[in-house]
């Protein structure tokens, strides 16, 4: 299956990193294309491939996916065997719930935390409501490791979309230094740990200044 994904800065753009992890679960081989972002002509670049003006984007034999989350349906519809999902189904539905609560919410985290893998210094101060997101951001990973069935470091033990697709929160949460529970800087540390992980920080930071 021939699978390219397009997408924004490695630096910037988080919801391309959901989608570049995703990918990486599945284990299928892929191509990518970098649009950067706010530049003048980043929308009619991103417009030759999709009407939405927004990246991600993968282009598949099916047609072209738009949007994270679906991106992430998807991958996990045609790569059953990978275990995209937990196989559980508690697990499972849980892990849905979870992305999509962050795919329409955490508005004050978001907006006052901007995504950038080369920052390294706190929000001062932290708004009411930054702080009110941080707080139920941890006790929904809490819910999501509450009903895993699965050994291991990650949310549901073993790598999943879910994973995929809080690790920009555990950017934002190291990028800004918040002090976090035990439990909760380890799940951190995994997400950084994650070669899939390392691979994209590691170009988005040679991206510096460029």
């Given at each position: 299956m021939s699978l390219h994904l397009i997408i924004g800065d490695k630096l910037y753009s988080s919801w391309s990193l959901r989608a570049a992890l995703a990918l990486e679960l599945t284990g299928a081989p892929y191509t990518e294309?970098?649009?950067?972002?706010?530049?003048?002509?980043t929308r009619e670049r991103i417009l030759k491939h999709s009407p939405t003006g927004k990246v991600p984007l993968l282009k598949t034999a099916h047609g072209?996916?738009?949007?994270?989350?679906?991106?992430?349906?998807?991958?996990?519809?045609?790569f059953?065997?990978?275990?995209?999902?937990?196989?559980?189904?508690?697990?499972?539905?849980?892990?849905?719930?979870?992305?999509?609560?962050?795919?329409?919410g955490?508005?004050?985290?978001?907006?006052?935390?901007?995504?950038?893998?080369?920052?390294?210094?706190?929000?001062?101060?932290?708004?009411?409501?930054?702080?009110?997101?941080v707080e139920r951001m941890l006790a929904l990973w809490a819910?999501?490791?509450s009903v895993a069935t699965d050994a291991g470091p990650f949310l549901f033990g073993r790598a999943t979309l879910a994973d995929a697709y809080f690790a920009p929160i555990a950017v934002r949460l190291r990028t800004y230094q918040v002090k976090l529970p035990v439990a909760d800087e380890a799940y951190v540390e995994t997400i950084y740990q994650w070669p899939a992980f390392k691979a994209w920080q590691k170009a988005g930071l040679e991206e510096v200044g460029q």
């Open positions: 294309a970098l649009i950067k972002l706010n530049q003048p002509d072209t996916v738009a949007d994270s989350l679906a991106i992430g349906e998807y991958l996990a519809e045609q059953p065997d990978a275990g995209l999902w937990p196989k559980d189904t508690a697990a499972r539905a849980q892990a849905r719930s979870a992305c999509a609560q962050m795919h329409a955490f508005f004050a985290m978001r907006g006052n935390m901007p995504f950038d893998l080369s920052r390294d210094a706190p929000l001062s101060p932290v708004p009411a409501d930054v702080q009110a997101d819910e999501c490791r």
